[in-house]
Nanobody
Framework: QLQLVESGGGLVQPGGSLRLSCAVSGPALGYSAIGWFRQAPGKEREGVACIAVHFGTTNYADSVNGRFTISTDNGNNMGYLQMNSLKPEDTAIYYC???????????????????WGQGSQVTVSV
């Protein structure tokens, strides 16, 4: 059974940085896609970023484009989300997910992802 485990969340001041990690246990990432999603209290889950592992193509939500960077370490089955210039509105539970769809260019649509982590809290506050 494929499992994803996030780590790296925490409390950070506005303007600060955090890096989230996603450890994927199971088959090699191969032609899958890794996505990051977030859900703030009282709001729906939204897509943040994704990467089509084999092709290396990425896709970002407008709200994080230029501030967040998604990447993978294929040899270690790891995914990462580097978050810079954090804002209070970035506060949410962040989830990593894996899609078995062999995207050439991934979509950050939750319904396209098959496996999910348990989430990691990110709080941006003074």
């Amino acid at each position: 059974q494929l499992q994803l485990v996030e780590s790296g969340g925490g409390l950070v001041q506005p303007g600060g940085s955090l890096r989230l990690s996603c450890a994927v246990s199971g088959p090699a990432l191969g032609y899958s896609a890794i996505g990051w999603f977030r859900q703030a209290p009282g709001k729906e889950r939204e897509g943040v970023a994704c990467i089509a592992v084999h092709f290396g193509t990425t896709n970002y939500a407008d709200s994080v484009n230029g501030r967040f960077t998604i990447s993978t370490d294929n040899g270690n089955n790891m995914g990462y989300l580097q978050m810079n210039s954090l804002k209070p509105e970035d506060t949410a539970i962040y989830y990593c997910a894996e899609s078995m769809t062999p995207f050439r260019r991934c979509e950050i649509v939750s319904g396209r992802y098959n496996y999910w982590g348990q989430g990691s809290q990110v709080t941006v506050s003074v």
